[in-house]
């Protein structure tokens, strides 16, 4: 895959990325971190984490495509 294309995805297949990224790492680590677990497991059964994940779609979207730092 050429890395310069771009991938345009609504807010609920970018969420399910997130997911799967996130058991990804989970699945690669032979003792993973607590919080990758609870983030995990929040991800999975919180009704309220698609709504979390469209506040921080917006962030990014606003945020002129940089990070802070921290």
């Known amino acids: 895959m050429d ?3 771009p991938i345009e995805v609504g807010t609920a297949a970018a ?11 989970v699945s ?3 003792s993973p971190d607590e919080g990758l ?4 497991e929040y991800l999975r059964s919180d009704p309220a984490s698609h ?5 921080a ?3 990014a979207l606003a945020d002129n ?5 921290g």
């Open 3 to 5: 890395d310069s294309t």
């Open 15 to 25: 969420f399910r990325a997130a997911f799967y990224l996130t058991e990804q790492y």
């Open 28 to 30: 690669l680590e032979t």
């Open 37 to 40: 677990l609870l983030f995990l």
């Open 51 to 55: 709504d979390d994940w469209a506040q």
């Open 57 to 59: 779609v917006r962030t």
């Open 65 to 69: 495509g940089t990070l802070p730092e």
